[in-house]
């Protein structure tokens, strides 16, 4: 039997009288890439928020690397990688400064930090540029960094929130390479994307209309379910009755 990384049930968030997320189940298996796709409003935020342990169901059950929701928080955030799409990297520190303070963070020793650093500046290609500001790097170059330290203590799942947003197709065509060897390596990729064409490179695809979880399954069954050419379809099929505008 695989083994699952994350497993919602009747996950719920309730703010007064509004159901942000509405009991929404699913699972995901260790080193998958599982796609979380909604349209504004759809809950998705709420929802990954829970399962990074920042924000508490109002019912329902999940557990994230084995960890419970509601009593484990802090073992959840000592076990996953975050990486958003305004992406979390200092520009007034160098990119070693950047790998070294996050790689302390997340608790690494000083010598793995040191180790590791050199091993991943090198598979960056980027010796040259190791002592400069990533405030100076160009968008593409912030964010396939931005991963790396994601990353970088070898966590269980990884949550990338609109990894590749605003740059060019090669770039992000190389950024999902770098998720592929993640989940290769064994490390499961929990991603947002509004890239319907990043959905078909998902192992399965989840997809939210108002805070339920309407469709889940492999890029291909969606699309052979909908009778339709492509995952835009798939998504406008559903999300074209969603009442919400604003998650």
């Given amino acids: 039997m695989e083994n699952k990384a994350i497993v919602c049930k009747d996950l719920t968030k ?11 189940s699913f699972e995901v298996s260790e ?27 109002t019912s329902g059950e999940a557990k994230v690397a084995g960890f419970d929701v509601y009593k484990e928080q802090e073992k959840i955030k000592k076990n996953i990688g975050y990486m958003s799409q305004k992406f979390s990297l200092y520009d ?30 090198k598979t960056l290609g980027l010796e040259k540029e190791a002592k400069k500001l990533v405030g100076g790097l160009p968008l593409g170059w912030k964010q396939k960094l931005a991963f790396s330290v994601a990353v970088f ?25 770098m998720i592929y060897e993640a989940s290769a390596n064994g490390i499961t990729v929990f991603v ?9 490179y998902c192992n399965r695809i989840s997809i939210m209309v108002d805070g339920r979880v309407e469709a889940i399954d492999s890029p291909t ?14 998504f406008y099929e559903l999300a074209r009755n969603a009442k919400r505008t604003s998650d």
Avoid at 221 to 234: G, P, T, W, Y
């Fill in 92 to 121: 007034n520190l160098t990119i070693l400064e950047n790998i070294e303070f996050y790689g302390g963070v997340y608790g690494v020793s000083r010598p793995e930090i040191k180790e590791r650093s050199a091993e991943l500046v």
């Fill in 31 to 57: 080193g998958e890439i599982f796609g979380f796709l909604g349209a504004n409003g759809a809950g998705k935020t709420t929802a990954m928020r829970i399962l990074c342990g920042l924000s508490y169901p």
């Fill in 153 to 177: 203590h070898r966590p269980k799942i990884v949550f990338l929130d609109e990894p590749t947003g605003g740059v060019d197709p090669i770039t992000r065509r190389q950024f999902w390479d």
């Fill in 192 to 200: 947002t994307t509004h890239y319907m064409d990043e959905a078909e």
């Fill in 221 to 234: 069954a969606l699309k052979e379910r909908f009778n339709v050419a492509s995952m835009d379809e798939v």
């Fill in 14 to 24: 309730q703010f007064g009288d509004f159901k942000a997320v509405d009991k929404i």
